[in-house]
């Protein structure tokens, strides 16, 4: 074999080597999460993740063993493999389908509770600036009084104490309003996860990213394996042949010779 087969093969056992190594972890976490006791769980999930690559392993194991006339042998293998593939699938998918719809529900649930807030903020900000404003109003109204009655500096040292201050707790409340209005426009215009995604069609690809998980890793070490084997039997039928033109070589030579005497 040259190297850039070599170099593929190498490849493509990497390949089927971290594609399967998903529907270990998913395995291993499946059944982790099973269990109460974590000892135990701890115990299943290695036993679960050996079961996982077995499965993988179990495919050209099944091949070779057809090939070498072992039928019956062959047979129960596949017969487990698919059955650790249907469980290992089963994994992967729950997984997925958990994962995108809970991370769907947890965004929605915290975007429409941070709306809520805010919009409660706002409310309260407009409520204070309106009391801020009937404030002024009331101030202003007291220092004309004053000034209608000749107590002109009573009346500046009101304004002057209350105003500035209703003045930074109206420029607070306005910036703040300003601050929860642009973060209701980002949260309001800001899509979920997957928005464009509706269920049925998040369960057929989870389905076919379950399948594909399960069927590519096994199909490529099936291929990868019985490629060097194939390759091996080319290389041994050449030297057989050569072997037995060797030996005719050798036993010609070695044959008496028949000489015939003329009279």
């Not at 089927?16 to 135990?40: N, P, W, Y």
């Not at 679960?48 to 050209?60: I, R």
């Not at 997925?96 to 915290?110: C, D, H, K, L, W």
């Not at 464009?196 to 990868?224: D, H, M, R, W, Y």
Request: charged share 20%; hydrophobic share 55%; net charge positive.
């Amino acid at each position: 074999m040259t190297a850039p087969f070599r170099g593929s093969h190498a490849a493509l056992t990497a390949i089927a080597l971290g594609l399967s190594s998903v529907t270990v972890v998913s395995v291993g976490l499946a059944m982790f999460a099973l269990i109460e006791d974590r000892q135990l769980a701890a115990l299943f999930a290695l036993a679960a993740v050996l079961l996982d690559v077995f499965k993988y392993l179990a495919w050209p194991t099944a091949l070779q063993l057809a090939g070498d006339g072992r039928r019956a042998c062959a047979a129960m293998m596949i017969a487990c493999a698919l059955v650790l593939a249907g469980v290992s699938g089963w994994a992967t998918f729950d997984r997925m389908m958990s994962s995108i719809i809970g991370s769907r529900a947890q965004q929605q649930a915290v975007q429409q509770q941070r709306i809520a807030d805010l919009e409660q903020a706002r409310a309260a900000d407009l409520q204070l600036t309106a009391q801020l404003a009937a404030e002024v109003a009331s101030i202003r109204a007291q220092a004309e009084a004053m000034r209608n009655r000749g107590m002109v500096t009573r009346a500046l040292e009101l304004e002057d104490a209350a105003l500035p201050r209703i003045a930074d707790q109206r420029e607070q409340a306005r910036q703040r309003l300003d601050t929860a209005s642009i973060e209701l426009t980002a949260l309001r215009a800001a899509a979920p996860k997957a928005a464009g995604l509706p269920l049925e069609l998040a369960t057929l690809l989870c389905i076919g990213f379950a399948l594909a998980l399960e069927v590519v890793p096994a199909l490529i070490l099936s291929a990868v394996r019985r490629k060097p084997q194939e390759d091996e039997l080319g290389k041994s039928a050449p030297a057989a042949r050569r072997d037995r033109r060797t030996l005719r070589i050798i036993s010609r030579a070695s044959a008496p010779r028949t000489v015939s005497v003329t009279a």
